[in-house]
């Protein structure tokens, strides 16, 4: 499916190839080492993303592959403007988006009302459970609940999440990514964070009353 | 959770709690945030629990590996199978 621009005997140059950052100049003249270590350093982030978004193993596997299948192809258009990394982030969240409304068009088309800029919903759970102990707090059974609470959030949400919150792009990059200002991005942090906040509070304040009886 | 003061006040800062976990915002605005936490518990316990959602997410970084069979075939159909066995040698 790909043509091997350049021929380069396996494992010979992969010692020496730095982990980070990737050559976009070596990446752009075929260099198919360099490609394999973008794909080794990216694919676990790529796929847990697309995981997220889609929430089903098989198209989150079709999203990885699409992905890196797209930045080989655009490699040499591709205009260094913003970093490899986040091109490749928003290849993927464009993927993971049309995987997403093939799947659940509903789960998308309702995502239209985000935007209204009249006001963010009041906070409701005022517990303070930060003085829950750290093996409390990340539990295996409280990671699988930080992790369900993410996807009851609405997927423009959940995806501005994901790329700042848990891969850990600033906030213009992830304005890059998803070609949304800088202010949408902030606008739908917040909304994330907040509703995420009342669910672990829901959840935190049982453990409290546990811990505390 | 009593509080007296007017509540618009707790509104209007919501907006900014987020950019203020974030230590993006200016000290002047900080000083109002943090003056209003001074007088508003309800204000003060959201931002602390607000901070410590964030800080939990990224305490459950890094991403977990790509299961071995999604690997290997993502590696399959970018005709890099070669190098996949020589990546898993370091
Ligand atoms: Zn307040």
Redesign the interface.
Known sequence: ??E?TLNVP??AL??EASPAPPSLSKLQSGD??E???L??TY???I??LALKIVGH?QDA?DV??ET??KA?RNLSTFEGRSSVATWLYRIASNEAFMALRRRKPEAVSVDEEIETPD??Q??V??????CLPEEE??SSE??EH??KAIDHLAPVLRVVFLLR??E?LS?RETAEALRISEAAV?TR??RA??Q??ER??HYYAERLKVEQA | ?THTHEHSEC?KL??S???YVDG?LDESICDVIEQHMGECE?CE??V???R???E???????????PED??A???L????T??????ES?
């Open positions: 499916m790909l091997s396996p494992g992969i010692a198919r080492v490609f394999a270590q794909v080794d694919s676990g982030p796929y847990r193993p596997e990885l592959q890196f299948i080989f006001g963010e009041e906070p759970q005022i517990v303070d459970w930060c707090l990340l409280s990671r930080l992790d919150d848990i850990g906030v902030k942090l917040l964070r907040l995420l906040r672990l509070s | 959770m509104r919501l907006a709690l987020s950019e993006a309800r316990i959201v602390d629990t607000l410590k959602t964030v939990l997410y990224r305490a459950t970084v890094p991403a977990p590996p790509v999604v690997r075939r993502l590696f159909r970018l005709e890099l070669d190098f996949m066995k020589a990546m370091d």
